[in-house]
């Protein structure tokens, strides 16, 4: 088992920044991937950004590339996502995940392990 615990939400003015810690915990020798999921009211979970535990590979979705930079401390079992020029429409809960597959990293069904969530919310 894995569990995964994120930091760093709160409210922030359009423009500004926040970054969004996640501790994992448990067997996290078994983690291949870590990644970060959001869900805005009324809407489903979309995929923001994961990275790779080994090597380091990234991927970002569309609506956050060159905005969101996803990092990882592999020694502290810890994964980041660096968050500047926020926007309203980033307003969302935001969920730190863990998979142990080495495959398709923005598929939330790829992910075995989740944490509670970490609110965000950007004002205009």
């Known amino acids: 088992q894995v569990q995964m615990v994120e930091s760093g939400g709160g409210l922030v003015q359009a423009g500004g920044s926040l970054r969004l810690s996640c501790a994992a915990s448990?067997?996290?020798?078994?983690?291949?991937?870590m990644g970060w999921f959001r869900q805005a009211p009324g809407k489903g979970r979309e995929f923001v950004a994961a990275i790779r535990r080994s090597g380091g590979n990234t991927y970002s979705a569309d609506s956050v590339r060159g905005r969101f930079t996803i990092s990882r401390d592999n020694a502290k079992n810890m994964v980041y996502l660096q968050m500047n020029s926020l926007k309203p429409e980033d307003t969302a809960v935001y969920y730190c995940a863990a998979s142990t597959a080495g495959i398709s990293a923005a598929s939330a069904s790829n992910y075995n392990y989740w944490g509670q969530g970490t609110e965000v919310t950007v004002s205009s």
């Open positions: 448990g067997r996290t020798s078994t983690i291949y991937t």
